[in-house]
């Protein structure tokens, strides 16, 4: 028996032995059958906003009507300055007249329930015409990456969508909070990397942003700076569905070449958002555009230097198309003087702000959006159509600078 045992160890131990000399080769294998063979793209585009659509030019008075603030007369016209800067034509919002009367000094606690409702229905309409776009079934969807600035919930509007679309109940799900007008872009650099990591993957990207939850009425302290989240941020929702190695039936639109992200030194006090008692609120410092456009060549050239053509030394950005996060109508101009970029080339970023406003990390969607729009009618505004390589870009907290190479695929 004491001769059987050590027969058995032994055994063991040899089988041990030789099953460990032979992962090395295995994981490899196991990792190259793992990976896609191609680069990911963007295979279907959705867009949603809510019914309730204001005006930018009533928005004053509308804003200082339904908060009861017409006593505020010193205040009025400092916001209304504030409103015709933007370049905003009209947002859409959740919170309707009838919703703000019906609770008057709407509680944090009250505005959160409105978005764990309404978010998850918004974003499921926007992930709903991307499916339909795509052509394919939503339970081929593998991967769920949820990106929102207002809510705060778990189990939240992740889950909701699993049951909205009819999703796998085995999808992979991933939610980002609170990384403001970079959330989109972040969001889809998240889904670059999962695609390009998981052979067969098919990522949903859904960013919803409701500003119930940042909503507030004014007071005798406002300031410029405190007055421009009610100046400037709407409503909307954007989904994309992200693969790689395409089959026949998938139409692909943008491939994701390569990603980037840049947090600027000593610049946190330039934009923050949080959550406290009142609700989402944030610090947006009127330098940013200068700040934004006094740093972004030198991340783009870090970024994608190496894979963009250069002539005398000097990348031309004219021979790219752009989908930059509008932030508002000065950031873009310091951008078009800092880039050297023809009037024109941010003409889809223009239009979406000035059709929604800024919809935080929804907004980039909108704005690809928009530039697969424009490539597709010659005749339209700001049309790209002759060029191949074009830039994603976004900015949130931090001070941080997302960026993304792309490649039109059609």
Same mark, same amino acid.
């Given at each position: 028996q004491p001769l059987a045992?050590?027969?058995?160890?032994?055994?063991?131990?040899?089988?041990?032995?030789?099953?460990?000399?032979?992962?090395?080769?295995?994981?490899?294998?196991?990792?190259?059958?793992?990976?896609?063979?191609g680069p990911a793209a963007v295979l279907a585009i959705g867009t949603a906003n809510p019914p309730h659509c204001v005006p930018q030019g009533?928005?004053?008075?509308?804003?200082?009507?339904?908060t009861n603030s017409d006593h505020l007369t010193d205040l009025k016209p400092t916001f209304a300055k504030l409103c015709g800067m933007t370049g905003i034509g009209r947002r859409f919002f959740y919170h309707t007249d009838e919703l703000l009367a019906a609770h008057p000094g709407m509680s944090l606690d009250a505005r959160l329930d409105v978005v764990a409702t309404a978010a998850p229905e918004l974003a499921a309409s926007a992930a709903a015409s991307a499916i339909a776009e795509w052509g394919r079934p939503a339970g081929d969807i593998t991967h769920l990456v949820v990106s929102t600035n207002a809510g705060s919930h778990a189990p939240g509007t992740?889950?909701?969508?699993?049951?909205l679309l009819g999703l796998r109940h085995d999808v992979l799900r991933t939610v980002l909070q609170l990384n403001g007008c970079a959330s989109g872009c972040a969001a889809l650099r998240l889904a670059k990397d999962l695609a390009e990591n998981n052979r067969s993957a098919r990522v949903l990207v859904a960013c919803v942003e409701l500003t119930v939850?940042?909503?507030?009425?004014?007071?005798?302290?406002?300031?410029?700076?405190?007055?421009?989240?009610?100046?400037?941020f709407g409503d909307g929702a954007g989904a994309v569905i992200v693969g790689a190695d395409p089959d026949?039936?998938?139409?692909?639109?943008?491939?994701?070449?390569?990603?980037?992200?840049?947090?600027?030194?000593?610049?946190?006090?330039?934009?923050?958002?949080q959550l406290g008692s009142g609700g989402i609120d944030g610090t947006?410092?009127?330098?940013?555009?200068?700040?934004?456009?006094?740093?972004?060549? $030198?991340? %783009?050239l870090d970024a994608? @230097?190496?894979?963009? =053509?250069?002539?005398?030394? *000097?990348? +031309?950005?004219?021979?790219?198309?752009?989908?930059?996060?509008?932030?508002?109508?000065?950031?873009?101009?310091?951008?078009? $003087?800092? %880039?050297?970029?023809?009037? @024109?080339?941010?003409? =889809?970023?223009?239009?979406? *702000?000035? +059709?929604?406003g800024n919809m935080l990390g929804a907004t980039v969607i909108f704005v690809l959006d928009e530039v697969r729009r424009q490539r597709e009618d010659p005749e339209g505004?700001?049309?790209?159509?002759?060029?191949?390589?074009?830039?994603m870009m976004g900015f949130g907290p931090g001070f941080t600078v997302e960026t993304m190479l792309l490649h039109a695929a059609t």
């Open positions: 045992l050590f027969a058995l160890f032994f055994t063991r131990k040899v089988t041990m032995a030789s099953s460990s000399s032979i992962p090395a080769t295995t994981v490899r294998e196991i990792r190259v059958a793992q990976r896609a063979d009533d928005y004053p008075d509308y804003y200082f009507r339904v992740d889950v909701r969508l699993v049951y939850t940042a909503f507030r009425a004014p007071d005798e302290a406002d300031s410029f700076d405190t007055l421009i989240p009610q100046g400037l026949v039936h998938e139409r692909p639109l943008f491939e994701m070449v390569s990603a980037s992200q840049y947090v600027i030194p000593d610049t946190e006090h330039m934009l923050a958002v947006i410092a009127t330098g940013l555009p200068r700040l934004a456009a006094g740093i972004v060549e $030198r991340c %783009l994608f @230097g190496n894979h963009l =053509a250069v002539v005398g030394g *000097v990348v +031309e950005w004219n021979n790219l198309f752009w989908a930059v996060h509008p932030g508002s109508s000065a950031m873009l101009d310091h951008i078009v $003087r800092a %880039l050297r970029l023809a009037p @024109g080339k941010l003409a =889809a970023s223009r239009t979406v *702000v000035r +059709e929604y505004e700001g049309a790209s159509h002759d060029e191949d390589w074009g830039v």
